[in-house]
């Protein structure tokens, strides 16, 4: 596919409505196979797992949809006006036609003149509406979407800020009790990078960012800390860097940004956060920590640091407050299965995915025009006056004179009664013009 048909295929509102609907149905799959693990007491490494290759899927929907062929699943039946159909806003009889009082008048009527006596709101209403009808739904709809968008990447932008000056600020340890503990540490859970340990002036909560390059940082007052707290902050934050997390979270919170609307893709990214700090708690307990030790100690950093604000996109932290109590829970449960996803066991879970969104992207819902009764014809083209008109039309062409000779004044009433069915209904006179142009400054239009 040309960039140049990729661009017009994502910018139709059809393709945005199709993605949001596969993303949705990502999102309850996703949902629902982490209800089976969580059901069946899997460790959160593998629920975490899960939750990564959801928000994968839902950052390559849009790119798997616009690029691969499509298969058709079946009809989806819309009405007529969502199936595409123009609508033509007849409101001039046919040629040749006697004209009926005050029809110009009211098709010509400007949409700001209300009734008199009536306040200037009317004006101020109808001219927004006029306003926004000439501006377009779509353009308005799109331009909130890429405001959410822009909104949500400044803050992941602002966080990337916040971790640098974090970065700048803090001193390297060079220590060899630290250094020295953290080469140990990182042979233990095969962390090939090379880290670097940093020490801030402030108070700051035990911290971790960076993919290529990662930092931990440490409180000014970790050098304080007992050896059994060295070790197992600096196991919890390595355990980040193994993992890989602070990649899975740069992942989730674009996919916020792209679909912020979406409540699946917050709760997706937030499960992703609760499933990756129990994942690195496991990680500390199999290295041999006693979990009422490592309880201890995680208690107290909580209450001790705060995580930095501006880095919070940009970061995972030790420990957070709203966090804590279902950590411990989890930390003190023995039954729980603490195990880590094989390599084999991932790389099968990825082909799952990939047969899993690459089919479901490459969906291509058919349109059809819902029928509105038993035995209806179809609908006809927009081009085509309703048959009313032009059977109105016929008639004062000339056709079937012979059979119907319907004078002037018989045929003018006969058409008044087709075009105003809401009058004539109950034996009412035909409107003035001034209260057709009432009619018209309240929405009432030759259409309705």
């Known amino acids: 596919m040309s960039l140049a048909g990729f661009s017009l295929e994502v910018s139709d509102p059809a393709f945005a409505a199709a993605v ?14 982490s209800f089976v693990l969580v059901r069946r007491r899997a460790s959160a490494a593998a629920r975490h797992l899960v939750w990564t290759l959801t928000v ?5 929907l849009p790119l798997l949809a616009a690029g691969l062929p499509g298969w058709k699943v079946g009809a989806v039946r819309l009405p007529a006006a969502a199936a595409g159909t123009p609508v033509r806003a007849w409101t001039a009889g046919p040629a040749g036609a006697p004209d009926v009082p005050g029809r110009a008048a009211m098709a010509e009527a400007p949409r700001g003149a209300g009734p008199a006596g009536e306040p200037a709101a009317w004006t101020r209403i109808d001219a927004a509406r006029s306003w926004l009808a000439g501006l377009g739904w779509g353009t308005v709809a799109a331009g909130l979407y890429a405001a959410g968008v822009l909104a949500l990447l400044a803050w992941l932008a602002l966080g990337q ?13 060079a220590d060899e009790e630290w250094t020295g503990l953290l080469r140990d540490l990182a042979w233990m859970l095969e962390v090939d990078r090379p880290v670097t340990l940093l020490r801030s002036p402030d108070a700051t909560m ?32 390595l355990a980040h860097v193994a993992r890989h997390d602070c990649l899975t979270q740069a992942l989730a919170s674009v996919a916020c940004a792209l679909y912020w609307f979406h409540p699946g893709a917050w709760y997706a990214a937030r499960r992703l956060r609760v499933e990756r700090e129990l994942a690195c708690d496991d990680r500390v307990l199999s290295a041999g920590t006693r ?18 604000a501006l880095a919070a996109p940009a970061a995972v932290s030790m420990a957070r407050p709203s966090q804590l109590e279902s950590r411990l829970l989890w930390v003190l449960d023995g039954a729980r299965t603490r195990a880590v996803p094989s390599a084999r066991t991932t790389v099968l879970a990825v082909l799952v995915g990939l047969l899993v969104v690459g089919p479901l992207a490459a969906m291509r819902p058919t349109q059809g025009v819902a029928a509105h009764g038993a035995g209806q014809a179809a609908p006809q083209e927009a081009d085509d006056p309703p048959a009313s008109l032009a059977q109105d039309e016929g008639e004062w062409k000339g056709e079937g004179k012979e059979e119907r000779k319907l004078d002037d004044e018989k045929g003018r009433g006969k058409h008044r009664e087709r075009t105003l069915p809401a ?12 209260e057709l142009i009432a009619l018209r400054s309240a929405g009432v239009d030759a259409q309705y």
């Open 423 to 434: 009058f004539a209904a109950d034996g009412d006179t035909i409107p003035s013009v001034e």
């Open 291 to 308: 979990a009422r030790e490592y309880a201890a100690h995680l208690l107290e950093v909580a209450r001790a640091f705060r995580p930095a």
């Open 161 to 173: 800020w916040g971790v640098r000056r974090l970065g700048r600020r803090a001193e390297p340890v």
């Open 206 to 237: 035990p911290m971790t960012w960076g993919v290529r390059r990662p930092a931990i940082l440490l409180p000014a007052e970790a050098d304080e800390w007992p050896e059994e707290r060295r070790r197992v902050v600096l196991l919890h934050e």
């Open 20 to 33: 949001v609907l596969k993303a949705t149905l990502l999102l309850a799959g996703g949902a629902a196979v």
């Open 56 to 60: 994968a899927g839902l950052l390559a």
